[in-house]
């Protein structure tokens, strides 16, 4: 049977717990589907030469935590094949970071956009230190009724759990939602914690990281109804190459 594929974006470490997680994630949430999903890993460094042709063969893109990635242009590269390509698309924790980094330089047109993790010496850092760092955190997410984000959930919060220490510096938060970037997740302090896409069929980023409810042996909201998007993308697409 032809599975749908999924491209992990990011390099591989198994000593890394989400990158554990993220394959057990996605068998979780596939149970049911009409077909198999296959995760595909694409370290970041391949991905700067033809990454077109590399990527036209997957159903979705997932771009993972564990960043500064080996190749930062990489994952920027497949991260706006996805967004132009109306590819179902996930990001966490770095990958939450690096899709707003992308929007930044090619939607919103600050071309000298930057991460203050690999940029330290940024004035103004698009991606900058949060005041408190989320390593090994949990707290409450409230989302935005109609959502993308509420609909999956089939409720307006939930509690969530973290590793990070960057996210969307503050004094940009302003330009995204006018611009189809919509902030549809916030913390209880209002903090961005989870962006849509307007327009797009699936185009989720969360601060959070969601995969590691596989630890626990459960299926994530959040994972399903992104794998149910993948697979609508198959149906769509794949189905026809398949034959």
């Known amino acids: ?5 999924i491209g992990l974006i990011g390099d591989r470490n198994l000593e890394v717990r989400a990158h554990v997680a993220i394959p057990k994630a996605l068998e979780i949430a596939g149970k049911g589907l009409p077909r198999p999903v296959e995760p595909v ?14 990527l036209a063969g997957l159903n979705g893109l997932w771009c993972v935590p564990n960043s500064p990635y080996e190749s930062t242009e990489g994952a920027l590269l497949a991260i706006r094949f996805a967004r132009e390509r109306a590819l179902p698309f ?4 770095g990958g939450f970071q690096h899709a ?25 850092p698009f991606i900058s230190a949060l005041a408190c760092s989320l ?8 989302f935005t009724p109609a959502s993308l984000a509420a609909r999956a959930y089939a409720k307006d919060k939930a509690t969530e759990e973290y590793h990070c220490n960057y996210s969307l510096n503050p004094a940009y ?7 189809g970037m919509k902030v549809t997740g916030v913390d209880e ?19 959070f990281q969601p995969e590691l409810s596989a630890y626990r042996g459960v299926p994530h909201p959040l994972i399903r109804a992104f794998a149910e998007a993948v697979f609508q993308d198959w149906h769509r697409v794949g189905a026809r190459i398949a034959g």
């Open 173 to 179: 938060r302003e330009l995204l939602d006018p611009s």
């Open 189 to 207: 302090a209002g903090e961005v914690r989870i962006v849509e896409l307007s327009g797009h069929p699936f185009f989720v980023a969360t601060l």
């Open 41 to 54: 890993w694409l370290s970041t460094p391949t991905l700067v030469q033809a990454h077109e042709e590399k």
């Open 100 to 124: 707003l980094l992308e929007y930044a330089r090619h939607v919103l047109g600050l071309a000298g956009a930057r991460h203050e993790e690999t940029s330290p010496m940024a004035e103004k």
């Open 1 to 5: 049977m032809h599975p749908i594929r």
């Open 90 to 93: 996930l990001g966490t924790c």
């Open 135 to 142: 390593v090994g955190e949990s707290g409450l997410v409230r």
